[in-house]
């Protein structure tokens, strides 16, 4: 798993609920004391093992954690930016969501986000399909669509469906001896889940503000 | 300016304010170089009204150049060339099919005088004869989005203006991660090296860096550069210690005594533990053998003093060995090292807790050691 990923969980569980459960899960998981280097790969088991990690120790389900996550990286602003350049609007942005995979590879070429297919029904109503090597991408997305409504003012309701299959893999309330192996999946099988979207209103709050100019406070 | 005949069966007609969605940073102008219209971008670029103002009243013309304008350019001063091209672009009637073909490069005459590149085409404008000029930022992009307030609806859907601007973002934060990398890297490193050259217990350096110390003091000492001397320290009944106190009364002792070379040093010299009991001293620069012999005492002198460790008390004291670079002419580190040994020896010999200076290799007959300064 890239860097970037593995990363973003880190400053997740670390802002979120402090270094000391975040120092807690990196041992448990096996994760560099030191942390997760950005621009470096990582064995995507050890992301997993984060994940689950995470999950036993504050009880929380796993999709619930991940949406958690979802939300918390799109209100960083750099990535908020970065997403925010998606549409003028919340119905733009959900468009652009297509090109989210192809995006994130103009950025990081090694950088394996899912991909993602948009269908819009009547009345305002969208299917996103996420198709990942690994479970777990649709929540986060679930996560980062509600946040990006509240940032662009809209007001919508967003709805994870995880897979019927593989339910077991989600990782909340699985315990056992020593190291617990969750099912994952092989390179070659992609998980596929979904996000609806309902969109109730695309106006409902003035929203957060967005400039094309990005702040020049050097980099 | 152009052959009527052009617009014979290919006349395309497209609304103005339809043209200005497609190309919101277009021009259409006359041959006369009045501007009928602009896209909306370009009007909120120029803050006034466009229509009816000549090209170069608002734009420098910078390329292609335009021929001279036909009037008024006489009657002014030769001195004043600036104020001329000015004058040519800005007041004067322009024959405008200079622009047709090449790219066309314009810059704004009103702050921050952002750069356009563009192409002109010829049109049917008012209906006569005129040209569009479709206009665009270039590299200068980010600046003019800063610079003028633009936003999303400023540019053209099909204009690639959002992904340069993304991909600027998004190259910045990955830059920025690099560097935060390289930099933790870099860190790591230079601790790496630090620790493969320092002995973990005292925090001297160790007989890694020495050898590579030593070497570089002998090349340069070898080419006539800056002479050094070499001490090797040996302790005197620290097996005692270690033996009857325990290791931790030994590592104590070793803290001290590395604590005293230390002291006794200064900081451009370096001191290595080359083995248990053993340190060698490069001291850097100019020695004399009496100096030396001085310096070797007062080491000698503090290590001798008693201490406690957990309240026993630990007395133990050194022999030294010292060889100057300025009696090897060579100053072979192996050859010089092997001298400071022997003089060690010498110092053991004569019954420890002394210092002992090497004479230089005997150069002509052996003369068995006679010099020996103790």
Sequence with gaps: MHGLVNRSIQCFLGDTYGADLWAAVAAKAGAPVEGFEAMLRYDDALTCDLIQAATLRLGKPRAALLEDLGAYLVTREPLRRLMRFGG?????????????????LMALPDLDLPELGLESGAAGRFTLTVTAAQPGWGAVFAGMLRAMADDYGALALIEHVAP???????????????????????????????????????RFASGRRFDLAAMTTGA | MCCAGVWEGSVLAVDAEALGRLMPMALWLDRTGIIRGAGPAL??????SLPGQRLGA???????????????????????????????NAGAEVDLAGLLGARVYLRLRRAPATTLRGVAVPARVAGADGLILNLTFGIGLADAVRDHGLTTSDFAVTDLAMEFLYLQEAKALVMGELHA?????QDARRTAEAQAMSDPLTGLANRRALDQDL????????????????AHLDLD?????????????????????????REETRRADLVARVGGDEFVLLLRGAHDPAGLMALGARIIARIEEPCLHEGRPCRISASIGIVLSASHPGADPAQMLAAADVALYASKRRGRGCCTVAPPPPTGPPDDGADWLD
């Design chain 1, 164 to 202: 019927p299959v593989d339910h077991e893999t989600t990782g909340a309330g699985q315990t056992g001896p020593g190291q617990p192996a969750p099912v994952r999946l092989g390179p070659q099988a992609a998980a596929q889940e979904w996000v609806t979207v309902e969109l109730l209103e695309a």
């Design chain 2, 215 to 230: 070497a570089r003091a002998a090349a340069v000492a070898a080419r006539g550069g800056a002479p050094f001397a070499l």
């Design chain 1, 88 to 104: 003028v609007d919340y119905t733009e942005f959900l468009l652009s969501l297509e090109d989210l995979q192809g995006r994130g």
């Design chain 2, 237 to 261: 009944h620290f097996k005692a210690v270690n033996d009857l106190l325990g290791h931790p009364a030994g590592d104590f002792m070793l803290g001290r005594v590395a604590a005293i070379l």
């Design chain 2, 58 to 88: 608002q734009f420098e013309v910078l390329r292609p150049r335009l021929p001279e304008a036909t009037s008024a350019s006489e009657a002014r001063p030769a001195d004043d060339r600036a104020k001329a091209v000015a004058g040519r």
């Design chain 2, 181 to 185: 990398l390289n930099a933790r890297l």
């Design chain 2, 43 to 48: 009007e909120k670029l120029c803050a006034d």
